[in-house]
């Protein structure tokens, strides 16, 4: 195997590590790191507009943010897993690039899907099967690019 392969094997299984470390957050770090993120770019926000805005407001905001940001951390992590995955399949130059679609997608909804029933035992967490759809629409989104950006690269 060449340095590439095992190169893109070393950062798959760093980015697994990755999604596994988040998941094995209990339900208030969880929930509370994302708020105080949330806050920053709020802050960031509030500080860019000149504008002034209470504490309770500035709550209500990040409370309203909160959720659709957590869901596209789902979406953003499994599209860089795809992505990761197609690249270690492309480099073995045996499979056509609709297999490699297909099995870099299957692979992250298996993924997604162990990684579901690996919070059922996190305190506070639940597995969410809308987790896992979110998780592989966003590996299907990255497959999807991925494939038409390689195949406008081989073409040039």
């Excluded at 340095?3 to 470390?21: A, P, Q, T, V």
């Excluded at 960031?44 to 659709?68: G, H, Q, R, T, Y």
Aim: net charge positive; aromatic share 14%.
């Amino acid at each position: 195997m060449n340095k590439k392969k095992i190169i893109f094997i070393i950062l798959i299984i760093c980015w697994l590590g990755i999604i596994f470390y988040f998941s094995s957050m209990d339900t208030y770090e969880s929930n509370g790191d994302s708020k105080e993120v949330v806050s920053i770019v709020v802050d960031k926000a509030i500080d860019i507009s000149n504008s002034s805005i209470n504490d309770n407001k500035k709550e209500d905001i990040v409370n309203v943010l909160n959720l659709p940001i957590r869901k596209f951390a789902h979406f953003s992590l499994y599209f860089i897993l795809s992505i990761l995955f197609m690249s270690f399949f492309i480099s073995f130059n045996k499979f056509n690039l609709k297999t490699i679609i297909l099995i870099s997608i299957l692979l992250c909804f298996i993924y997604a899907i162990t990684d579901e029933f690996h919070q059922t035992f996190i305190t506070g967490r639940t597995g969410q099967f809308s987790d896992v759809i979110i998780d592989t629409i966003g590996a299907s989104v990255g497959s999807i690019i991925y494939s038409i950006v390689y195949k406008k690269i081989k073409n040039i």
